[in-house]
Nanobody
Framework: QVYLGETGGGLVQTGGSLNLSCAAS????????IAWFRQAPGKGREFVSA???????LKSEISDGRFTISRDNAKNMVYLQMKSLEPEDTAVYYC???????????????WGQGTQVTVSS
């Protein structure tokens, strides 16, 4: 069992930055891949980025060039650094834990409650 909680969301203007944090607890956290997904109003869930326990990562067209995923296993934390934010980035951002580097949400067994990111024009 892995317990996850996201923090760091908020309201920023176009071009601004936010840093999201995912705190994890429970056995075998460092062995899990942690992914970030997002869901905008009226939209389906989108894969953002993922990082394995040994810090290999997957990125998407969303995260490429603007978002950076990182991990600190000593602190049981995973981060998503976001810059050059646009209104299209407005969504609830979730972290999730799974057993490998996959794009699909069906591969992640444990989920946080989400944190709201709002980017104004």
């Amino acid at each position: 069992q892995v317990y996850l909680g996201e923090t760091g969301g908020g309201l920023v203007q176009t071009g601004g930055s936010l840093n999201l944090s995912c705190a994890a607890s429970g056995p075998s956290f460092s062995r899990h891949t942690i992914a970030w997904f997002r869901q905008a109003p009226g939209k389906g869930r989108e894969f953002v980025s993922a990082i394995s326990w040994y810090t290999n990562s997957l990125k998407s067209e969303i995260s490429d060039g603007r978002f950076t995923i990182s991990r600190d296993n000593a602190k049981n934390m995973v981060y998503l650094q976001m810059k050059s934010l646009e209104p299209e980035d407005t969504a609830v951002y979730y972290c999730a834990a799974g057993g490998g580097l996959y794009y699909g949400d069906e591969y992640y067994q444990f989920w946080g409650q989400g944190t709201q990111v709002t980017v104004s024009s």
